[in-house]
């Protein structure tokens, strides 16, 4: 079945670092590709969203480029901040792209320091 | 601005005891899932539901009941509480048909089971 396989955490960055979250994907035919972020005590929310191959989302300096051919949508960031300090979730639409179904990655935790 | 509210945000259970978990989103979605958050495994779907009067299973469904009478409404049901249930529970809602959209989650409900 589709799967989602996100680098392990935590990762631990000083501000102004350079940021890579690794996703991979596993999929039958074509599906959109999200990233939520979920802050200390609260819900997810989405970061941004690629729809089809090459697309790029992107979203408060946040990048990720959905990739076929090695079947990624890894996320980047030039420069954190603190407030970046939170849990990272890679995902995809099932295939037959209903709404309220997404299989989730198991999230990386990522802590920016001062 | 409610958007997705979950009640209630803490409970604990003892095993074998029932109890529901309420849902309500104020966006007249059509779509409408639970989720379950535990370590290491990102969120995985217990229920979801396309409409009023329809509802289907997700991924880990056992032990999980839900219905949909409303459009707004989505509790989830545990009929005979287990500790395997302790988890963090997300309700989310969507409005897209055609890709799945964006899920817009409340804040979540912490259960322990003991």
């Known amino acids: 079945g589709d799967s989602v396989t996100q680098m392990e955490g935590p990762v631990t960055l000083s501000e102004e670092a350079f940021l890579t979250i690794n996703c991979t994907y596993t999929a039958t035919g074509y599906p959109s590709l999200f990233w939520y972020v979920q802050y200390p005590g609260e819900g997810l929310q989405l970061l941004l969203k690629?729809?089809?191959?090459?697309d790029k989302g992107s979203n408060k300096g946040f990048e990720a480029t959905y990739r076929k051919e090695t079947t990624s949508f890894h996320l980047e960031k030039g420069s954190v901040q603190v407030s970046d300090s939170a849990v990272y979730f890679c995902?995809?639409?099932?295939?037959?792209?209903?709404?309220?179904?997404?299989?989730f990655g198991q999230g990386t935790e990522l802590s920016v320091k001062p | 601005n409610a958007g997705v509210t979950q009640t209630p945000k803490f409970q604990v259970l003892k095993t074998g005891q029932s109890m529901t978990l309420q849902c309500a989103q104020d966006?007249?979605?059509?779509?409408m899932s639970w989720y379950r958050q535990d370590p290491g495994m990102g969120l995985r779907l217990i229920h979801y539901s396309v409409g009023a009067g329809i509802t289907d299973q997700g991924e880990v469904p056992n032990g999980y009941n839900v219905s949909r009478s409303t459009t707004e409404d989505f509790p989830l049901r545990l009929l005979s509480a287990a500790p395997s249930q302790t988890s963090v529970y997300f309700c989310?809602?969507?409005?897209?048909?055609?890709?799945?959209?964006?899920?817009?989650f409340g804040e979540g409900s912490r259960l322990t089971v003991l």
């Open positions: 989310a809602s969507s409005y897209d048909r055609e890709w799945g959209g964006e899920l817009f």
């Open positions: 995902a995809l639409s099932d295939i037959n792209n209903q709404g309220g179904k997404l299989i």
């Open positions: 690629a729809t089809k191959a090459d």
């Open positions: 966006m007249n979605h059509e779509y």
